[in-house]
């Protein structure tokens, strides 16, 4: 089972950037979708940004513009920047990797993201 560390959450101030990093323990190039999803509290966990292995792109609308979904196959590393965050942005993010020829799904910690002040 391929295992997920995120990293880069914290607080900022609305306008400001971020950029979160998931680091696979598994080459990405044998995952076939590595996603970014969101959950606030009180709120169903929602998908923010995701990449097939292929390089396709897809958003939510509520960030598209904003987020931009990146990977790095050399290091493992697929990124989120996040620029102009909303206070609206402010949930716990979670890395998530699918492998459908084997049937797996599999999800980080997840890293804090408060946007605020």
């Known amino acids: 089972q391929v295992q997920l560390v995120e990293s880069g959450g914290g607080l900022v101030q609305p306008g400001r950037s971020l950029r979160l990093s998931c680091v696979a323990s598994r080459s990405i190039s044998s995952i076939n979708v590595m996603g970014w999803y969101r959950q606030a509290p009180g709120t169903q966990r929602e998908l923010v940004a995701s990449?097939?292995?292929?390089?396709?792109?897809n958003y939510a609308d509520s960030v598209k513009g904003r987020f931009t979904i990146s990977r790095d196959v050399a290091k493992n590393t697929v990124y989120l920047q996040m620029n102009s965050l909303k206070p609206e942005d402010t949930a716990v993010y979670y890395c998530?990797?699918?492998?459908?020829?084997?049937?797996?799904?599999?999800w980080g910690q997840g890293t804090q993201v408060t946007v605020s002040s």
């Open positions: 990449i097939t292995s292929r390089g396709t792109r």
């Open positions: 998530n990797a699918k492998r459908l020829y084997i049937n797996e799904n599999v």
